[in-house]
Every structure is written in C-alpha cells, then in structure tokens.
Nanobody, 115 residues
Framework: QVQLVESGGGLVQAGDSLRVSCEVT????????MTWYREAPGKRRELVAD???????YYTASVRGRFTISRDNAKNTLYLQMNSLKPEDTAVYYC?????????WGQGTQVTVSS
C-alpha cells in the first residue's frame, strides 16, 4: 500500500522559516521524481517544486530563492525548507509522485503565514 504522509505544517509569522516533510512507504522512493504542490483557499492547486531521481530541482518562480526541496533516500522522506515566508505562501502543502502513470497524493499539511 502506497502512503505519502506530510508533517511539519503550522502557523508562523511573515519572514519565518518552516520545514515540511513527506514520508513515503510502499514504493521504491529513490526511483521516483517527487513533487510538492500547494493549494490556497479559492485557488487552483499549483506545483511548488520537484526533485528528480538524480537530484535535479525545479521551483516555481514565486518561491525560487526562498524554498529548497530535498530528499533523503535512506529515510524515504521528501523535504521542503521554506524561508522568508510570506502571507501568500499560506496553503495546504501536498507531496505527490506517480508510479507507472498512477498518481499518489498525501493528505496535505496546512501552512499559515500571518502578516
């Protein structure tokens, strides 16, 4: 059974840092590209960052330079380090992967940034 379990969300102030994690079971974690998405109230879910098997990374423009995606294959865990947080970063953050074209999502973790 494939499970993606996010943790680490919370309420922070603008300018603060936060790290969210996603523990993955049921797949060969090291063989999969992993992605962070977020969904803010009233907005469509958007891709935030992804990291390939080889460690190549991509960031959406609004978080580039502030967020860092990383993975620990020994722990089957994906991370998103978020620095200089802004109120517009408030959203539910989801980790995502697909295996053979089949999508898998975590349940999400809420990040709220107050001004």
């Amino acid at each position: 059974q494939v499970q993606l379990v996010e943790s680490g969300g919370g309420l922070v102030q603008a300018g603060d840092s936060l790290r969210v994690s996603c523990e993955v079971t049921g797949i060969l974690f090291s063989s999969n590209t992993m992605t962070w998405y977020r969904e803010a109230p009233g907005k469509r879910r958007e891709l935030v960052a992804d990291i390939s098997v080889g460690g190549d990374t991509y960031y959406t423009a609004s978080v580039r330079g502030r967020f860092t995606i990383s993975r620990d294959n020994a722990k089957n865990t994906l991370y998103l380090q978020m620095n200089s947080l802004k109120p517009e970063d408030t959203a539910v953050y989801y980790c995502y992967t697909d295996v053979g074209g089949y999508p898998y999502w975590g349940q999400g973790t809420q990040v709220t940034v107050s001004s």
